[in-house]
């Protein structure tokens, strides 16, 4: 079984190292309980990843982790993760939320997209 831990978290997010363990296996409880619900198997080799996305996610909703970061760029490729205005802002509340649909994506292919 492929399941994220709470120090996969505070690897991924240093900030989270003085946050509680029982709160974060909180997040990632209710993150696999949302991605077994959409029919990904914990076996998935994909399935700790997305589910550190979806717990981030849900902790940038909540105010625990922060989402300073609305947007990236390189070269002349840039994208929009959160704020206001814009479709792809619409879409995904945080940047967390869009790197969750984008892995989503690639493992589900087309079928997974939001419409």
């Not at 690897?11 to 363990?21: I, K, R, Y």
């Not at 076996?43 to 909703?61: D, E, H, I, N, V």
């Not at 970061?69 to 994208?79: H, I």
């Amino acid at each position: 079984m492929a399941l994220a831990t709470s120090q996969d978290l505070i690897t991924m997010f240093p900030e989270l190292a003085t946050v509680d363990s029982g709160t974060l296996d909180l997040y990632l409880g209710d993150a696999r309980l949302f991605i077994i619900g959409i029919g990904i198997s914990t076996t998935s080799p994909y399935f700790a990843k997305l589910q550190r996305y979806k717990a981030a996610s849900l902790m940038s909703g909540n105010g625990l982790l922060g989402s300073d970061v609305e947007s990236g760029q390189v070269a002349d490729v840039s994208v929009s993760y959160g704020g206001k205005g814009g479709d792809l802002n619409s879409r995904f509340p945080n940047k967390w939320e869009y790197e969750f649909h984008r892995c989503l994506t690639n493992l589900l292919g087309m079928t997974s997209r939001m419409c």
